[in-house]
């Protein structure tokens, strides 16, 4: 599985953005699908997942109400809409997947994860 991030950028405050994970080698639709970000010297964050098999999202509390995780079979991605960004939200995005069927906070640890994008820098500006 290969999974390719995307739509990163620089923003100011109060702008959107909106993430693409693609991947290749594996229909999205049978995995849990999370972002998760990092600034340098910090752990992994979680940002937002949905469910294997379903289109159950969950968010971290710091992005609820903002950021929106939605997948799309057809084109076998899935995508993080990100509004009124924040300083704070600036960090490399990494999107992830698991193979195991994952709910609630399971789906927040990122060692529950099995395939890893590269990475999306985001960076907002106040």
């Known amino acids: 599985v290969q999974l390719q991030a995307s739509g990163g950028g620089s923003v100011q405050t109060g702008d959107s953005l909106r993430l693409s994970c693609a991947a290749s080698?594996?229909?999205?639709?049978?995995?849990?699908v999370g972002w998760f970000r990092q600034t340098p010297g910090k752990e992994r964050e979680f940002v937002a997942a949905i469910a294997r098999g379903g289109d159950f999202p969950f968010y971290g509390d710091s992005v609820k109400v903002r950021f929106s995780i939605s997948r799309d079979g057809a084109k076998n991605t899935v995508t993080l809409q990100m509004n009124s960004l924040k300083p704070e939200d600036t960090a490399v995005y990494y999107c992830a997947v698991s193979q195991s069927t994952l709910w609630g906070t399971a789906l927040t640890r990122a060692s529950n994860y099995d395939y890893w994008g590269q990475g999306t820098q985001v960076t907002v500006s106040s």
């Open positions: 080698g594996r229909a999205f639709s049978r995995d849990s």
